[in-house]
């Protein structure tokens, strides 16, 4: 049974890691949004102008590529962060053997690292807001529930992503395929730089399976530049995912740490 004050144990510790290390990743989780922001928002979208309110809905490109750029930094930070991190856990320093040498259940450690990438990702997700507006990609304040979207979207990668590294017992090669052959082709074709419809027939069933698809189809609706008519399946998948990811990686934890 999990308890919440377990979770709480695991999450206070990596948030005590973090306060002393967070300048390692700061940069490079500002700076890669920031460098999408210019190479895309202002550098691409200066080029289509306006052709390109054709397919945004009428809104201006920077405006209706904000919320994707958040959703997708969330997505690759949680994917990044569960994978090597959580291998080095179990295998290198071995920080998870030492959680559970104290009463705290193995579901619980899981959960507490869930949570530190998720207020992680929101923390990073904030401050590269703050820069989007700053470049005017901000037209409403419901870019906040963007944020909000963002951060669910980049939880329901890193639990799926968990889970997997829960189950590796080799040094992490096979989480390059994970980047190059997931995260890559779902950060370029699932609708953050161009819309799905534009995409061949045969490959939009495959974005429609990409939890950033998800994400960002949610992203944009709160921000005002997105369609409502499938939020509550947006919101209903990255919830199921979350759920998923969660649950098997509260099992392999218990396996691998009880073994």
């Given at each position: 049974m999990v308890r919440v004050h377990g979770v709480a144990r695991v999450?206070?510790?990596?948030?005590?890691?973090?306060?002393?290390?967070?300048?390692?990743?700061?940069?490079?989780?500002?700076?890669?949004?920031?460098?999408?922001?210019?190479?895309?928002g202002l550098g691409f979208g200066s080029l289509v102008g306006a052709r390109a309110q054709e397919a945004t809905g009428g809104a201006d490109y920077l405006v209706w590529l904000a919320p994707a750029l958040l959703a997708m930094s969330?997505?690759?930070?949680?994917?990044?962060?569960?994978?090597?991190?959580?291998?080095?856990?179990?295998?290198?320093?071995?920080?998870?053997?030492?959680?559970?040498?104290?009463?705290?259940?193995?579901?619980?450690?899981?959960?507490?690292?869930?949570?530190?990438v998720t207020a992680k990702s929101l923390l990073t997700g904030a401050v590269s807001l703050v820069v989007i507006a700053l470049f005017g990609g901000v037209r409403s304040v419901g870019v906040l529930g963007s944020l909000v979207a963002a951060v669910?979207?980049?939880?329901?990668?890193?639990?799926?992503?968990?889970?997997?590294?829960?189950?590796?017992?080799?040094?992490?090669?096979?989480?390059?395929?994970?980047f190059r052959f997931v995260v890559l082709p779902m950060t370029l074709f699932s609708g953050t730089f161009f819309p799905i419809a534009t995409l061949p027939g045969w490959v939009q069933p495959l974005a429609w399976v990409s939890p950033l698809w998800h994400g960002t189809?949610?992203?944009?609706?709160?921000a005002g530049v997105g369609a409502s008519d499938l939020v509550l399946l947006h919101l209903a998948y990255l919830l199921v995912l979350v759920g998923i990811g969660s649950g098997l990686s509260m099992r392999f934890f218990t396996r691998r740490l009880t073994a």
């Open positions: 999450l206070e510790a990596h948030l005590r890691w973090y306060r002393r290390n967070w300048r390692a990743t700061a940069i490079s989780s500002v700076l890669q949004p920031l460098l999408f922001l210019l190479a895309f969330a997505v690759q930070t949680g994917a990044f962060e569960m994978s090597y991190p959580v291998l080095a856990g179990f295998k290198w320093r071995r920080t998870y053997e030492a959680m559970t040498a104290t009463p705290v259940e193995p579901g619980e450690v899981a959960l507490g690292q869930l949570a530190f669910l979207t980049g939880a329901a990668v890193a639990a799926l992503v968990m889970a997997f590294a829960a189950t590796r017992q080799d040094e992490g090669t096979a989480f390059n395929a994970v189809e949610l992203a944009r609706w709160a």
